[in-house]
């Protein structure tokens, strides 16, 4: 199998923070989706990948390739979308439309005044003008108008309405509907995750927890809801999360089985959601 | 063609997929030959993931009920008749087996309920 994203043992140390050992791999054709908490390491190696930031070990292949030696043959190929704006604040949406579409080799006017109309922005408005919303917008329409094999996100849904992430989520899938093009995005919004992605890569303290399918996932974990007279200092420790209250308790298991061997009835077990799995991970 | 997803449900959602076009084969409203919506078409209809909803294919594919073409899609596969009515039986049993148990709940007889059924078969 040919991989599409190849990330191995990346590492990069910054004074107060390191990215120890990230290691996953994404195949054509499917969108993985990228979570963890603030400051877990999802831009850092979102940085990494893009050759943004020097990586201190490990290697990142992008379409096969290594992603410095080639990089700006693997960038033509790469749809970009960043969390912050990168974009010359005087300068309208087609003056910069402008300046972008010169770098790339594939670049297509019609399919970008196309997602503009979509998405309701004046090619005559200075970037400046735009709120977060519309710069994610324009963004966006820049990643998917130069025929990207791979689009790489980083918090595209953050500050945008619930509106227009539904409707992101329909562009995505129309992306995927080519069998040769993947979606890799980092968010903290895992709602619109659950949905979409394929695969589910958990990043937190700069530690990878798992890069799974999002099924496997969902399959492996449980929320376990019970009483307080069931819980003793054993007990706890079953659990990878746990928060008590007056009235019971919920936590988190990846041991189904074992927790239904061990309270029978006297639990509920219910399926958890990426969000139970993100809180309960990382708050312990 | 109409598949339902159900969030709430216990059953996984690509159980749930295969399950809907298998009862869609069995009472004939899918037919032999009949093409199926594309994997990334249905995922993208239904909103759920590719790998969801490859899996439910390949399930149905393991079983007999479709037939996937490289290149060109997914089909109903021809069905074995004599299979298909043992099929129907086995998912008439087990709805009987739920029945049985409901009546044992409330404490119906045997002979209760076969009345009860004598009544519904005369009524169709």
Known sequence: MDYILEVNNLRKEFKKFALKDISFKLEPGYIMGFIGPNG????????????LLKLDGGEIKVFGLDHKKHEKEIKDRIGFVYDENYYYEDLTIK???????????????????????????DPKSKIKTLSKGMKMKFSLAVALSHNADLIIMDEPT???????????????????QDETKSIFFSTHITTDLEKIADYITFINKGSIVFSETKDEVLENYSVVKGGIDLLDRDIRKEFIGLKE????????????????????????????????????TVRG | MKILISNS????????????????????????????????????DLQISVITTKRAYDELEREGFIESVQGKGSFVASQNKELMRE????????????????CNVLGLSYEEVSEMLRILFEEV
């Open chain 2, 9 to 44: 449900s216990n059953e996984p959602i690509y159980e749930q997929i295969s399950s809907q076009i298998k009862s869609m084969i069995l009472k004939g409203e899918l037919i032999e030959g009949e093409m199926l919506p594309s994997i990334r078409g249905l995922a993208k």
């Open chain 1, 40 to 51: 877990a390491g999802k831009s850092t190696t979102i940085k990494l990948i893009m050759n």
């Open chain 1, 245 to 280: 209250t007056n009235v019971g308790f919920e936590a988190l298991t990846n041991n189904k089985d074992k927790v239904k061997r061990l309270f029978g009835e006297e639990v509920l077990i219910e399926r958890a959601t990426l969000e139970d799995i993100m809180f309960y």
């Open chain 2, 87 to 102: 099929m129907k039986l086995k998912i008439i049993e087990e709805q009987l087996q739920k029945v049985v148990k409901e």
């Open chain 1, 95 to 121: 003056q910069m439309k402008n300046i972008v579409a010169s770098f790339y080799s594939k670049w297509d006017d019609a399919t970008f005044n196309d997602y503009i109309e979509q998405f309701d922005l």
């Open chain 1, 158 to 176: 953050s500050g945008l309405d619930p509106v227009f992430r539904r409707e992101i989520l329909d562009i995505l899938y129309n992306v995927i």
